[in-house]
C-alpha cells in the first residue's frame, strides 16, 4: 500500500466511524440541522481534545505529524474497538506489524492440524491464510458449502469464491450478514499486512468485477475474531443454523481456522450427519 493509497484509507475509515455515532450517545444533542448521520469533524476533535482543524486535516488524507497520544484520543472519541485501534495505528502510524515475504509459498497443514478437521466431524470447519487463500477443510465444510478439492488452489480465496459462486450466495440467507465477518477479518489482516501490496491490488480487482463488494468493503467492521450467527438454506439439508468463530493457528504460518459450530437449539447438527451418510 503506498502513501496515498494508504492515507485515503484511513480517510475513509474515520468518516465512517464518525458516521456510526449518535449525537446523543456522546451527551450531545441530535438537533434539526445534521445533514449527514453521526458526529460532525468539529465535536469529533472536541471530544479528542485536539484542534478542529489538525482532526479535518487527518480525516481529509492529509500527511500531517501524529502521535500514538493524540490517536488513543482520536479512537477514544470514535468509540473504537481494541481491533479498531490497532487499525487506526497501523494506517496512521504505519506500524503494521506483518513480516512480508518476497514469495510466499502455499502453507502446508501439519499433521496435527489435519487430525484437529477430521475430529471436528459435527463442525463445518475452513482453513484458511492471511490472504484467505483456502489450504484446509474438513469433510462437513465440503458438504455444506463446496467440495473445494474441485477448484484449483490459485482460484481458492475465500472472500473470492464468496462473490463469484452462486452456490455460496444462495446459501445464506442473510448473505450480507453471512460476507460481513469474512470482511471484518480480512480489515484487520489488511491494516496489519499494510506494506503488502497483494491486498491493494485484490480490493481493486474485487471492486471491479463485483458491484456490491464496494459498498460491502466500505461499511465492514475490523475484527480478527468475529462471533457471528449465520443461517443457511442448504439445497438438500434445508434449514441449518450455525454459529461462527474464528481462530488463529499459532506457528510458523499465519493460518485460521473458520468453525461452524450448529446451533444447539436446532436440528442442524442431526440434518448434517444425516447428508454425510447420505454419500458414504
Known amino acids: 500500500m503506498n502513501q496515498q493509497t494508504r492515507l485515503q484509507v484511513l480517510s475513509s475509515f474515520l468518516k465512517n466511524q464518525r458516521a456510526k455515532i449518535l449525537p446523543q450517545s456522546v451527551g450531545l444533542s441530535p438537533g434539526t440541522r445534521r445533514r449527514t448521520p453521526g458526529l460532525r469533524r468539529e465535536e469529533v476533535a472536541h471530544l479528542a481534545g485536539v484542534s478542529s482543524t489538525w482532526y479535518t486535516w487527518l480525516e481529509q488524507g492529509r500527511d500531517i505529524k501524529v502521535s500514538p497520544s493524540v490517536l488513543d484520543a482520536v479512537a477514544k472519541a470514535l468509540q473504537l474497538t481494541v481491533d479498531e485501534r490497532k487499525y487506526l495505528y497501523a494506517l496512521a502510524l504505519e506500524t503494521g506489524t506483518g513480516v512480508i515475504l518476497q514469495e510466499e509459498p502455499q502453507p502446508q ?55 463469484t459462486r452462486k452456490e455460496l450466495q444462495r446459501l445464506a440467507v442473510n448473505w ?4 460481513s465477518g469474512f470482511l471484518a477479518i480480512f480489515r484487520a489482516y489488511y491494516g496489519q499486512f499494510v506494506e503488502d501490496e497483494w491486498y491493494e491490488q485484490f480490493l481493486q480487482e474485487m471492486k471491479g468485477m463485483h458491484p456490491d463488494f464496494q459498498k460491502l468493503w466500505e461499511e465492514s467492521r475490523v475484527s480478527s475474531a468475529p462471533e457471528v ?19 488463529q493457528v499459532q506457528g510458523d504460518v499465519d ?13 442442524t447438527e442431526t440434518k448434517l450427519t444425516q447428508l454425510m451418510g447420505a454419500y458414504k
Open 176 to 179: 450480507e450478514h453471512f460476507v
Open 109 to 163: 497443514i501439519s499433521p496435527s492440524l489435519q487430525r484437529i478437521l477430521k475430529e471436528l466431524r459435527a463442525c463445518p470447519t475452513i482453513i484458511s491464510d492471511r490472504r484467505f487463500h483456502i489450504v484446509g477443510w474438513n469433510e462437513a465444510a465440503a458438504h455444506v458449502f463446496l467440495d473445494f478439492e474441485q477448484i484449483p488452489y490459485e482460484q481458492r480465496n475465500l472472500i473470492r469464491l464468496i462473490f
Open 255 to 267: 493460518l485460521r481456522c473458520s468453525i461452524y459450530t450448529p446451533d444447539p437449539l436446532s436440528a
Open 229 to 247: 450467527l449465520v443461517e443457511f438454506r442448504h439445497a438438500k439439508a434445508g434449514k441449518m443454523l450455525f454459529h461462527l468463530t474464528s481462530l
